[in-house]
């Protein structure tokens, strides 16, 4: 139940960021989805009491520069706060989410579906804030070919971020620096070697699973 609702959330908030573009009430409402992703984030790992501390904190700290982003217009410092607390608040759920699927040898099938899914499109924020910072710190980091000379926003990042985790590379939005290279590449490898391997792990753990279910049909 849990990863269904964080899973909703954070498709929210990956894919619902060109509703910013509309004026500062959709910016606010969309804002306000980031909520709802810290506090299901929070719930999805309170049973694991070493990583609860570091998913509120890092929570908290994320709805604190949301609200400075809002406050502020959405730009400058308070803008690469947030996206550096987003970072930090992936990372902690990504963790978690990866020792549930590829640590527990017995769980429900759709929950397994459901954390690698999460983790799928954390991945792909996770990339957006790096690049997002990268931009932010050195501007001109990626180039809009569409727009020659023009600066990429953020809300373009999440598409390039995505399309280059799946590695179809439309080539509109490109890496220009070094870094912004060096860091897509390393985005596409990480997707295809995750896509990889969780099918694998997911093979396994339903073998596994139905290997149980039939190995003493009289068990209760």
């Known amino acids: 139940m849990h990863l269904g609702v964080f899973l909703g959330f954070v498709v929210l908030v990956q894919f619902g960021c060109p509703v910013t573009l509309h004026g500062p009430l959709w910016a606010a409402l969309y804002l306000v989805t980031y909520v709802g992703v810290v506090l299901s984030g929070v719930l999805l790992v ?6 609860v501390a570091p998913a509120a904190v ?3 700290v994320l709805l604190g520069c949301g609200a400075w982003t809002g406050a502020t217009g959405g730009h400058g410092p308070a803008l690469t706060s947030m996206f550096v607390a987003a970072a930090a608040f992936q990372i902690v759920l990504m963790y ?5 699927v590829y640590r527990r040898s017995r769980t429900h099938e759709p929950d397994l579906v459901l954390a690698a899914v999460c983790v799928y499109l954390l991945l792909g924020g996770f990339f957006t804030t790096v690049f997002a910072v990268l931009e932010s710190a050195s501007p001109g980091s990626f180039a809009d070919s569409s727009h020659p000379g023009g600066r990429v926003a953020w809300q373009q990042l999440f598409y390039y971020s995505f399309v280059t985790l799946v590695t179809l590379g439309y080539g509109d939005v490109l890496p220009v620096s070094t870094w912004a290279r060096t860091l897509s590449a390393a985005e596409a490898v990480t997707g295809t070697l995750f896509l990889t391997t969780v099918v694998a792990r997911l093979v396994g753990a339903f073998a596994g ?3 149980g279910g039939t190995s003493a049909p009289g068990a209760g």
């Open 46 to 51: 309170r049973g694991e009491r070493d990583r």
């Open 58 to 60: 890092t929570g908290a």
């Open 96 to 100: 978690s989410l990866l020792r549930f």
């Open 209 to 211: 699973l139905r290997r």
